[in-house]
């Protein structure tokens, strides 16, 4: 949702901030290092609660991963290697393993948990993680056409979420509700072409986050990108 309580920081860029982070340890990459943990985090800690059910155990796993990285001891990340989303979800794929480990060591002969042999190839690590990821971006694009509303005065956002919440209404019935939220008459037309601009905004908004991610990167990459992330159709507009 576009209230998130777990906002991200608004950071503009990825493997430029990897390099700072994985420098000499200055002031700058502490706070290299702590920027990349803001933009991630929240969608790190969303993937191990639901792949763990237990939001303690998430915690505990988060916190060791937060401080192994704050401390320089994933530093392997490179550009040369691939996006950073791919780095993480190997650390991520490894640390929830460890986890499942650890608890079958604890209980002896019990036999494996379920749930491990459900990570033992790291396929639905993938599969999690970018979801997660991808419910991380469409809430930053959500937030930052939000913030294009309260700066401009169009009402994208309001218009586009009515269209979303109710995707079976008529214009009639949106703009009729638009007008109320608005405190002015707004005809049908006028639903639709703000409609339009929306749908177009919110699409180069989220290139635009897409973009960052990948610090830049080549048309292919992008479309890569936004075809791994189910993205591609929001964006179709945008390309």
Do not use: M
Not at 49 to 75: I, P
Request: net charge negative; glycine share 6%; with cysteine.
């Amino acid at each position: 949702p576009p209230d998130d309580p777990d906002r991200l920081s608004q950071i503009t860029t990825l493997w430029s901030v990897v390099h700072r982070a994985h420098g000499l340890q200055t002031a700058t990459a502490q706070q290299a290092k702590e920027q990349l943990l803001a933009r991630y985090g929240v969608a790190i800690r969303r993937y191990l609660v639901g792949a763990l059910r237990d939001e303690t155990a998430a915690d505990d796993v988060y916190q060791n991963f937060a401080l192994n990285f704050l401390e320089g001891k994933l530093a392997s990340a490179s550009q040369d290697r691939g996006n950073f989303r791919g780095f993480l979800k190997t650390v991520l794929y490894r640390s929830v393993a460890d986890h499942f480990r650890r608890g079958s060591r604890d209980r002896l002969s019990q036999p494996a948990d379920e749930d491990f042999a459900q990570h033992d190839d790291g396929s639905a690590t993938d599969t999690a993680f970018d979801a997660s990821w991808r419910d991380t971006l469409l809430t930053r694009t959500w937030d930052a056409l939000s913030a294009v509303e309260s700066e401009t005065g169009r009402p994208l956002f309001t218009v586009l979420r009515l269209r979303v919440e109710q995707p079976e209404a008529s214009s009639a019935e949106l703009a009729e509700e638009l007008s109320t939220a608005l405190g002015r008459k707004i005809t049908s037309t006028h639903l639709r072409v703000w409609l339009h601009r929306a749908r177009e905004r919110f699409a180069a908004l989220l290139l635009s986050e897409i973009r960052q991610s990948l610090d830049g990167g080549e048309r292919d990459a992008i479309e890569q990108e936004l075809s791994d992330l189910q993205l591609l159709d929001y964006c179709r507009p945008a390309l």
